[in-house]
């Protein structure tokens, strides 16, 4: 029987990869995205709804399906109001746990960030690991949370600070062995490539999906 996947953050640099490879895996019939505005131009297999994320309530009705990838994530420079930001990293992913927990959906995947700590003194961090704390507590049978570290991956928006670092993080790249390895950039079309295997191989025993572990299991396709 072929699944349903809602994916929340399609827009997004990985969402926008991870929503092409549903959209291209014979698995799926449907793909239920939830987001802010309207995606163009898309499959016939996509089902959107657009409204508010801070409220995913009111997409309760349509909230159903076999798994959801949630992508969300903003930046301090996005999002300078620590409030909202917090509403947007942590409230988002934790009320979409709840309500997949609430409708029977058996598997939850979710992007989190290297360094996430609930006891961090790091605003960042803390939100991260808070959020992940949470999003536990929901009890989604097959919850998967991934750690990748910096982001790699072509974006439309201009971000001239992270493509900096990203440059750098490229030529220092070779420096990364041992212990180190894990703080080798994270290829977007790894990630969105490791939660498609995980939700189909549900017999994955870690909850917490390190950077080197999303590059391993999305090489092992």
Request: charged fraction near 25%.
């Amino acid at each position: 029987m072929k699944k349903t996947a809602i994916i929340l953050g399609a827009s997004g640099l990985t969402g926008s990869i991870l929503l092409d490879k549903l959209i291209n895996d014979e698995r799926y019939e449907t793909i239920k995205l939830i987001s802010r505005s309207r995606i163009d131009n898309i499959s016939n297999k996509v089902k959107q709804y657009i409204g508010d994320l801070l409220d995913l309530e009111q997409f309760r009705a349509n909230f159903t399906a076999d798994e959801v990838y949630c992508c969300i994530g903003t930046t301090t420079k996005k999002t300078p109001d620590k409030t909202l930001y917090k509403q947007i990293d942590y409230g988002i992913p934790v009320s979409a746990a709840k309500l997949s927990k609430e409708n029977n959906i058996p598997t939850f995947l979710v992007i989190s960030a290297m360094g996430a700590n609930a006891n961090s003194s790091l605003f960042y961090n803390k939100i991260k690991g808070v959020m992940e704390r949470d999003v536990i507590q929901q009890n989604v049978n097959n919850t998967y949370i991934l750690r990748p570290s910096l982001i790699g991956g072509h974006r439309d928006e201009t971000r001239i600070l992270e493509k900096i670092g990203l440059l750098v993080f490229k030529v220092i790249q070779p420096l990364f062995i041992g212990p180190l390895k894990k703080y080798k950039i994270t290829e977007a079309e790894d990630i969105a490539e490791a939660m498609i295997q995980l939700a189909n191989n549900t017999s994955h025993a870690e909850v917490i999906i390190t950077s080197t572990e999303i590059k391993k299991i999305a090489n092992n396709k």
